[in-house]
């Protein structure tokens, strides 16, 4: 078995985030990241129901913070934003 530098355990947004960030500063560390799951991104999910999508898993995204949006420009996320429509501003979560 290959010496890990270092082991991420979870494959949730911080657990993804922690390896993107890692991978980008210091490429030469053997990082492997560890998830349970048969899928990664922690609870954060969307299922489709006719025209309807319905998203689970964190309460909101802010899209107004820069790091958030320059995170989904690097991972090539950026174009699969949906901007919540006007109605939107009245629901309850």
């Not at 990241?33 to 990664?40: C, M, N, Q």
């Not at 964190?58 to 820069?66: A, I, K, Q, V």
Request: aromatic content about 8%; some cysteine; overall charge neutral.
């Amino acid at each position: 078995m290959t010496q890990l530098d270092l082991a991420i355990i979870g494959g949730g947004i911080s657990g993804l985030s922690a390896l993107h960030f890692l991978r980008r500063k210091k490429p030469e560390m053997n990082i492997r990241l560890f998830e349970s799951d048969s899928k990664l991104g922690g609870t954060i999910g969307t299922d489709y129901i006719d025209r309807y999508s319905f998203d689970h898993g964190p309460n909101g995204f802010l899209d107004r913070e820069p790091l958030t949006l320059q995170l989904c420009e690097e991972l090539g996320l950026r174009n699969l934003l949906e901007r919540a429509g006007e109605k939107a501003n009245k629901r309850f979560i």
